[in-house]
């Protein structure tokens, strides 16, 4: 019903940042509030920041003001932009969009390795 499609990961230093980008297609009508979600091996899937159509957005405690999300409504895409990235974000990050007609099929992307070596 909805595909999201994440981009733009990859592996950096400490201190380097990366921007992702996550565009959905479908039943684009459905969708409420877009974010990403990261997990680590083991662990488990955190929040990482959420944005509403209304531009209102939601962050995870560990972000700390280093990561920025936005999106653009008319390109149905979501953006991620992390800076003074660490270590410990290294994990695979997760596209999300909420279901406004279910709370149990929210949609998810395939996801997205983002390494941070030291």
């Known amino acids: 019903q909805v595909q999201l499609v994440e981009s733009g990961g990859g592996l950096v230093r400490a201190g380097a940042s990366l921007s992702l980008s996550c565009a959905a297609s479908?039943?684009?009508?459905?969708?409420?509030?877009m974010g990403w979600y990261r997990q680590e091996p083991g662990k488990q899937r955190e929040l990482v920041a959420t944005?509403?159509?209304?531009?209102?957005?939601n962050y995870g405690d560990f972000v700390k003001g280093r990561f920025t999300i936005s999106r653009d409504n008319a390109k149905n895409t979501v953006y991620l932009q992390m800076n003074s990235l660490k270590p410990e974000d290294t994990a695979v990050y997760y596209c999300?969009?909420?279901?406004?007609?279910?709370?149990?099929?929210?949609?998810w992307g395939q996801g997205t390795q983002v390494t941070v070596s030291s």
């Open positions: 999300y969009a909420d279901n406004k007609y279910s709370w149990w099929n929210d949609y």
């Open positions: 479908g039943s684009i009508f459905s969708i409420t509030a």
């Open positions: 944005v509403t159509r209304g531009g209102t957005t």
